[in-house]
């Protein structure tokens, strides 16, 4: 996540304080992505080394705000209208861990899942709960904001599960395709005893 | 608390010998007022007989089925069916409205089946309709009404007569997510407000309104909200069907 373009398209609608600007990102997108003042700090001043913003005096309670230059009106239209650039995908925990599942000797890839599965629901639950209780959210832009991060969370969530589910059942048909499978039998059974001794 | 739906160590089979299919074997959950329960499960899992049978349109091969403290499966076929009418409600992936009654001749239908007078159907339809956010739609026929419109009137239909059981299979299907999450909060608030639902799903994200998930495989539940310890997936192949 890109704090700098964020910090440029928050300043875009007005000049804004360091803290003032952290306040305003998290009401747009709740505690998903916390940012610390101190790196708000960080990224102010390098904003301003770059040339993208300028100090723009005190307000009345002497607060020093900052507003963008030209050259940072022109990084903000420019990253608005630049998709979002999917070089490798990200290094994802799940998928390598399913995939050495699969083939590390004595582990139960059903319970894998499963547990998975379960602990990717309950994540679901929790968003869609929060999503209950910001309600509508369509009278407030920002709650609207909001209410689109947490639909973000919800459907990537959705997206995992349903993979899992694909993996369970292209798991089970290469078993039934697979039946005289000897050694993978004997693994099981291993893993089987295994679980049995847990 | 009593449940308001108890399921205990259901078995459903069609067929016999050799061609039987088993469709749940020793399914048991129960759900209580003011709880959504979700059933997941990929097709053939047996999650939509669970509901007929949970609904009383279908009869276990043995087991019991309790709404509201009675056994479907020992009434008779007319208690079953006035069990139908007065205390589950319904609500199907396709609506099934009747396209040649009005919103509200849809909805009042019911309960003048039950035998209340007609005026009072209608009120009690209008009520309904109110609740579900479409009572200037009333008079209007199915037909002329969009897909969430119209499975807003199903969800009427369904809590219409204060019923209690609220079973609801894929209702979302055919509708875009964003209507289909209107219909979730709509039968969120309705067990919010005291009834006890049971959502058939295959989506996640619609199972996620429920307080509790029930996984189905194969007619077993293998999990309740990730708890619950797991048949083994590559041990147990074709075996048990």
């Known amino acids: 996540m890109s704090v700098k373009q964020a910090m440029l398209a928050l300043l875009e609608q007005e000049p804004m304080y360091g803290y003032q600007l952290r306040t305003e990102f998290e009401s747009r997108t709740g505690a998903t992505w916390p940012l610390n003042v101190g790196q708000v700090y960080t990224t102010l001043t390098r904003l301003e080394r770059d040339g993208l913003i300028e100090p723009a005096g005190e307000d009345d309670e002497g607060h020093e705000r900052w507003q963008l230059t030209a050259a940072g009106s022109d990084e903000v239209a420019t990253w608005f209208t630049t998709p979002v650039a999917r070089t490798q995908p990200p290094r994802d925990e799940l998928a390598i861990k399913l995939a050495l599942a699969v083939t590390v000797p004595g582990v139960d890839v059903g319970t894998v899942i499963q547990q998975q599965r379960g602990a990717s629901m309950t994540a679901l639950q929790d968003y869609t709960r929060l999503k209950r209780q910001a309600g509508r959210g369509t009278d407030r832009r920002e709650e609207l904001a909001w209410g689109l991060v947490l639909d973000s969370l919800v459907f990537a969530a959705e997206a995992e599960i349903r993979w899992l589910d694909h993996c369970e059942a292209r798991l089970r048909r290469a078993v039934v395709e697979r039946p005289a499978a000897a050694p993978s039998d004997a693994r099981n059974a291993d893993a089987s005893n295994e679980q049995a001794a847990r | ?214 996984f189905l495989r194969d007619g077993v539940v293998i999990d309740e909200s990730g708890s619950a310890p797991v048949d083994r997936l590559l041990d147990e192949p074709a075996a048990s069907r």
Not at chain 2, 157 to 181: Q, Y
């Open chain 2, 1 to 214: 608390m009593s449940a308001v739906l108890r399921l205990v160590d259901v078995h459903r089979t069609h067929g016999e010998g050799e061609a039987a299919v088993h469709a749940l074997r020793g399914v048991s959950f129960a759900v209580h007022s003011g709880e959504l329960v979700a059933v997941m499960g990929p097709s053939g899992s047996g999650k939509s007989t669970l509901l007929t049978i949970a609904g009383g349109l279908d009869q276990p091969t043995s087991g019991r089925v309790e709404v509201e403290g009675s056994d479907l499966v020992t009434l008779s076929q007319a208690q079953r069916a006035r069990m139908r009418r007065t205390s589950i409600g319904y609500v199907f992936q396709g609506f099934n409205l009747i396209p040649a009654l009005t919103a509200v001749e849809n909805v009042a239908l019911p309960r003048e089946l039950d035998g209340v007078r007609s005026r009072t159907a209608r009120a009690e339809a209008r009520a309904a309709l109110e609740e579900v956010g479409i009572v200037d739609l009333a008079d209007r026929f199915p037909d002329d009404m969009s897909g969430g419109q119209q499975q807003r009137v199903a969800i009427a239909r369904a809590v219409v007569g204060e019923r209690r059981l609220i079973l609801a299979d894929e209702p979302t299907g055919a509708l875009d997510s964003e209507t289909g999450e209107e219909i979730l909060r709509l039968i969120r608030a309705r067990c919010d407000a005291g009834a006890a639902g049971v959502l058939v799903t295959h989506e996640a994200r619609h199972a996620a309104w429920a307080d509790r998930v029930v």
